[in-house]
């Protein structure tokens, strides 16, 4: 239900008058999925989103097309982020409508939001250097390691672009450094897994330029992120879809994906392995037990899983 975008599929396929392929996600050969990713990609798989791409790329070439065209980038050029939205009030906190514009946050993305930190817009006042929310839940994860382990975030300043506030500071070490280039490494290797090309069109030299341009009061606007972009697609794309406050990321439950039920499963995951030098497998099969996992710990135990095959691979 997290990430359920079918109401919004629908919706675009009955206003273009297109055809559709649903891709179903399912637990069956997930985990021989993700080791042969693993191999081809000759690293561990940076996120989930990126298990169920080889799925959506694995049907795409079998219909025979031979390329795939992504939105890659939309979010990092026009403020698709949450965090965006903080960053964009520290900016514009001292101007006389500064209420107005926090009231369209609290009204709407405000309501919507669930990282505890990017709920309260008003710490990043007083610490703009707040990144928490990057690492949600890290001093938990770390009691999962034989040995805790902790890591300093880094950023790169980009002084040109920092003149404008915190935000575009943010949105270029997205592009530069830390979302982008990740996306794209991936995105790449899923996609010639199946022999297919990959095009980013908002990648493109001047529609950057352009986006980097536009004054910070007016990249988020009336509560909502990528606003210049949902501006410019009016009548172009239907607008359940264009005025659509809530981000839903292109993602899926870990539990949709992999039955920890199942013994075979359990006896696969927690088996002798080089793994178990670094995690506490107690701890691991104890995560594997409950019933719901929150977003974070979706992702944390995605990561021992990548980590397990990747080291067995290269013992």
Known sequence: VRYDERENIRATVDFLGCDAT?????????????????????????????????????QIAARGYKISVSGSAADELFTGYYDY??????????????????????????????????SKPELFFDNPGLRDYIYLNNDEFSDY???????????E???????????????????????????????DLNSMFYSLENRSPFLDKELFEFAHSIPVEYLIRDGYGKYILRQAMEGLIT??????????????????LVDFSSPAVKNELLSDSPVFEL?????????????????????????????????????
């Not at 939205?85 to 669930?114: F, M, P, Q």
């Not at 607008?239 to 949709?256: E, M, P």
């Open 157 to 187: 300043d980009f002084a040109d672009a920092a003149n404008d506030s915190m935000l575009r500071k943010r949105m270029f070490n997205d592009i530069f450094h830390e979302t982008v280039p990740v996306i794209l490494n991936e995105d």
């Open 22 to 58: 649903y891709v179903k996600v399912s637990t069956e050969n997930t985990l021989e999925r993700l080791r042969n990713l693993i191999a081809y990609h000759d690293q561990p798989i940076a996120t989930i989103t990126y298990l169920i791409h080889s799925m959506l790329s694995e």
């Open 239 to 256: 607008d359940k879809v264009r005025l659509d406050r809530q981000k839903k990321g292109f993602n899926a439950s870990l539990l949709s």
């Open 145 to 155: 390691l034989v040995e805790p382990f902790s890591e300093k975030f880094f950023e």
């Open 279 to 315: 995690f506490d497998g107690n701890k691991i099969a104890a995560l594997m037990r409950q019933s719901s996992l929150p977003n974070s710990y979706s992702k944390f135990l995605f990561s021992f899983i990548n980590a397990k095959y990747f080291l067995e691979m290269n013992s």
């Open 85 to 118: 939205h903080c960053y964009h009030l520290l900016a514009i906190k001292d101007r006389s409508d500064y209420r107005e514009y926090y009231n369209d946050w609290l009204n709407n993305t405000g309501k919507v939001v669930r990282n505890p930190f990017l």
